[in-house]
C-alpha cells in the first residue's frame, strides 16, 4: 500500500497543476462558479487517466468507462469538499459581508485577484479533498474482490 499511496499523490499532484492553471487561468475570464468547476473536472478526468494506467493498473475491474463513472462518484465528495473551501475562503478574504456581493461575485464576477493569491487559496481547497478522494477510490473504484 505504501507504493500505492505515493503513486496517488504523484498523479495527484500533477492534477493539482492541471487544476491550478486551469482555475488560474480562467477565473480572469469567467465567473468563479465556472472556472472553479471546469478545473475541477479536468483535474478529475486527467487523474482518473493516470490512476487507471499506474496507480490502480492491478485493480481494474469492469469497464474503462464504468471505473470512469465511479471515479466521478468517488471524486464528488472530494469536489464539493473543494469548492466549499475554495469559496468560501476567498468570500472571507477577499472581505464579502452582503449576500447579494456573495452570490454575484460567485455567479457574475470575474476575480481580479492576484493569480498567486488564487492559487493557494484553490490549493487549500485541493488538499482538504485530497483524503476523502483517496479512501473512496481505494474502497469504491478499484476494488478487488480478493485483495
Known amino acids: ?10 498523479v495527484g ?5 492541471v487544476n491550478e492553471g486551469v482555475f488560474v487561468l480562467t477565473t480572469h475570464e469567467m465567473p468563479i462558479f465556472f472556472s472553479l468547476g471546469l478545473a475541477i473536472e479536468l483535474s478529475v478526468l ?4 493516470l490512476n487507471d494506467v ?3 493498473r492491478d485493480r481494474r475491474a469492469g469497464s474503462f468507462v464504468r471505473r470512469l463513472l465511479k471515479f466521478h462518484v468517488s ?3 472530494g469536489g464539493v469538499v473543494q469548492y466549499i ?3 468560501g475562503l476567498l468570500i472571507v478574504f477577499l472581505g464579502f459581508s452582503d449576500i447579494s456581493e456573495i452570490i454575484s ?3 457574475f464576477s470575474h476575480v481580479e485577484a492576484q493569480s498567486t493569491f488564487l492559487a493557494v487559496i484553490n490549493f487549500i481547497g485541493i488538499l482538504s479533498g485530497f483524503i476523502i478522494r483517496y ?3 481505494l474502497r469504491y473504484v478499484w476494488v478487488t474482490h480478493n485483495g
Open 135 to 137: 479512501l473512496i477510490s
Open 75 to 77: 471524486s464528488f465528495s
Open 46 to 49: 486527467f487523474n482518473f487517466i
Open 1 to 10: 500500500m505504501g507504493l500505492r499511496i505515493i503513486k496517488f499523490m504523484v
Open 105 to 107: 461575485f460567485i455567479f
Open 54 to 56: 499506474w496507480t490502480f
Open 13 to 17: 499532484g500533477l492534477g493539482t497543476l
Open 85 to 87: 473551501v475554495t469559496i
